[in-house]
């Protein structure tokens, strides 16, 4: 037996709504939207990759949510509604989706959507060349076309996160003729980027700029949109530009309407500036952390690793840096993620430097040589933190460098290193560096899935940096994968938040806040439920 989810899944417990990620944008900003013209983004990060399925990179999905619909919708509340699919149903035992697609969608290529080019998409995602980051954690066991209009996917076992996963771009439909095309070609992106969305990828020069103009076909929005029919902007001219005063000046000058990841310490001089405003959401997902390498000395002493957590003044380096924009992080998690985040590890793990000493002293590290550095057995507690210099964003190598000086006063000797991204995962994957970093960003919990399962293992190609492989651990994480009421969530998802602190397997430092600059002239953006601009398509300019 099945249930009909006809308008919001909403009737679906797993489903239920939640808080919103941030500031919803400016939609309901005051004025009637007119058609026509250009809008330049200025962006600070390129994708390595523009299929949305293969990457794990923010800068794709921003991008590509513009070219690629998704067969559902989440609203920054956390509820779903129909897209793609008018409708869909669940069996009984959470095991199987039957999606009804709509009979009146056509691809950029001219191409009919219809079930089996659905199928093509899902079964592009779980392909293991494509090597999507998200495809590891879901059981996927089959799709199906049983007519033009009906998708059926069979999952192995119960599946909590499937309809978020749906609901996100990297399950953007895509164009079976440009799946054909092969990996290389997707990942190349321009013209070779089909999909049904409110804008086709017109051009792309690597290095330089995307070109995103609009489909005039265009007529199918998620349910609750704004509006219908095709998007105001005639074009959007994509910039990449990874210097922050560039981006921003472009912006205060007229040469660009908006700016991506406007650096906290300057947003207040930009917003004084006149005729521009900052725009934010905070990240759903997990926050920007530091992992500490639990398989390797000197954190496999968990000690170490509790006095290295404890020593470090989280608070000031994060209002330093971030201006007050930022807040500190204390959990795996962050705030805005929907089902489970565990509010009592707010202020539960202060500074403590007494404590900190301490705890190294008992480590057998408590004599210091002429630098002040810890030192035991003749050996200097020396500790190597590796940063993918690739995807670096929001000044997160100041912060590592300010942690790095902090933890000095502590004894460690910190030695920061950048490396480009073939450097670091091979690294990562030799399992040699004592920290790492990274923040993930998607409105579920699952995403804990990535990061400390044992099946993703840093020494296993994964994003389980610290290399933690607890039974524990992996129990909790399948208690919350198939926990298809969202009111059973929270019993595997907070314990597990309590127990990375408690064993100092990772340090959360912020939460990463979206600052959008935007000129006056522009009106109607919006902000995922995951805490990052939406599609352009509800987006027009005054002038």
């Known amino acids: 037996m099945s249930r009909r989810l006809v308008v919001a899944a909403a009737s679906v417990a797993l489903v239920a709504a939640c808080s919103a990620t941030g500031t919803p944008g400016d939609g309901a900003a005051s004025?009637?939207?007119?058609?026509?013209?250009?809008?330049?983004?200025?962006?600070?990060?390129e994708p390595t990759c523009l299929d949305p399925a293969a990457p794990s990179q923010i800068a794709t999905q921003i991008l590509q949510r513009n070219v690629y619909d998704s067969l559902i919708f989440q609203d920054v509340k956390g509820a779903f509604h129909p897209?793609?699919?008018?409708?869909w149903d669940v069996s009984a035992d959470g095991t199987t989706y039957t999606f009804h697609l709509r009979d009146d969608v056509t691809f950029h290529d001219g191409a009919k959507l219809d079930a089996t080019a659905a199928?093509?998409?899902?079964?592009?995602?779980?392909?293991?060349?494509?090597?999507?980051?998200?495809?590891?954690?879901?059981p996927f066991g089959s799709a199906t076309a049983t007519?033009?209009?009906t998708l059926v996917i069979k999952l192995k076992s119960p599946f909590a996160p499937f309809l978020q996963l749906v609901s996100f771009s990297v399950l953007g439909i895509q164009s079976p003729a440009a799946l054909a095309k092969g990996q290389a070609a997707l990942c190349a992106g321009g013209p070779n980027a089909v999909g049904t969305g409110p804008f086709t990828s017109a051009a792309y020069t690597k290095g330089q700029s995307l070109t995103l103009a609009r489909y005039d076909a265009y007529n199918w929005p998620p349910e609750g949109s704004p509006h219908q029919g095709a998007a105001y902007?005639?074009?959007?001219?994509?910039?990449f530009l990874p210097e922050s005063a560039i981006r921003v000046g472009a912006v205060s000058s007229g040469q660009a309407q908006l700016a991506a990841n406007v650096p906290p310490?300057?947003?207040?001089?930009?917003?004084?500036?006149?005729?521009?405003?900052?725009?934010s959401a905070a990240a759903a997902g997990t926050p920007f952390t530091a992992y500490l390498n639990t398989k390797r000395g000197p954190f496999d002493d968990i000690k170490v690793r509790q006095a290295f957590q404890r020593g470090i003044d989280i608070d000031n380096i994060v209002k330093s840096v971030y201006a007050g924009r930022f807040p500190r992080a204390w959990s795996p998690l962050t705030p805005s993620t929907p089902y489970s985040y565990d509010s009592s590890l707010e202020g539960s793990w202060p500074q403590d430097v007494t404590l900190a000493n301490r705890l190294l002293d008992e480590a057998g590290w408590a004599q210091k040589d002429a630098q002040g550095y810890r030192t035991k057995d003749g050996r200097r507690l020396t500790v190597v933190w590796t940063q993918n210099s690739t995807v670096m964003r929001e000044q997160r190598d100041v912060v590592a460098q300010a942690i790095a000086d902090n933890a000095k006063k502590l004894g460690f000797e910190v030695t920061l290193q950048g490396l480009d991204a073939g450097t670091f995962a091979s690294r990562a994957r030799a399992g040699d560096y004592d920290i790492t970093d990274q923040s993930n960003q998607r409105a579920d919990p699952d995403m804990l899935f990535n990061v400390w399962s044992s099946k993703f293992l840093a020494t296993k190609g994964g994003a389980n940096y610290a290399n933690v492989d607890a039974p524990q651990v992996d129990g909790w994480l399948t208690q919350g994968l198939t926990a298809l009421r969202q009111e059973d969530r929270p019993a595997a998802y907070k314990?597990?938040?309590?127990?990375?602190?408690?064993?100092?397997?990772?340090?959360?430092?912020?939460?990463?806040?979206?600052?959008?600059?935007a000129s006056n002239t522009v009106q109607g953006t919006q902000f995922t439920v995951s805490g990052y601009p939406d599609s352009f398509y509800t987006v027009w300019r005054t002038r």
């Open 31 to 45: 004025g009637t939207p007119v058609r026509g013209g250009t809008v330049v983004f200025a962006t600070d990060v």
């Open 83 to 87: 897209w793609l699919a008018k409708s």
């Open 119 to 138: 199928k093509a998409t899902f079964e592009h995602f779980v392909d293991p060349a494509t090597k999507a980051p998200l495809a590891g954690s879901l």
């Open 147 to 149: 007519d033009p209009g």
């Open 233 to 239: 902007l005639d074009k959007v001219e994509v910039r």
């Open 265 to 279: 310490v300057t947003a207040a001089a930009f917003e004084a500036g006149g005729g521009v405003r900052i725009l």
């Open 495 to 517: 314990p597990l938040q309590r127990w990375v602190i408690d064993n100092a397997a990772a340090v959360p430092i912020y939460v990463p806040q979206y600052l959008l600059g």
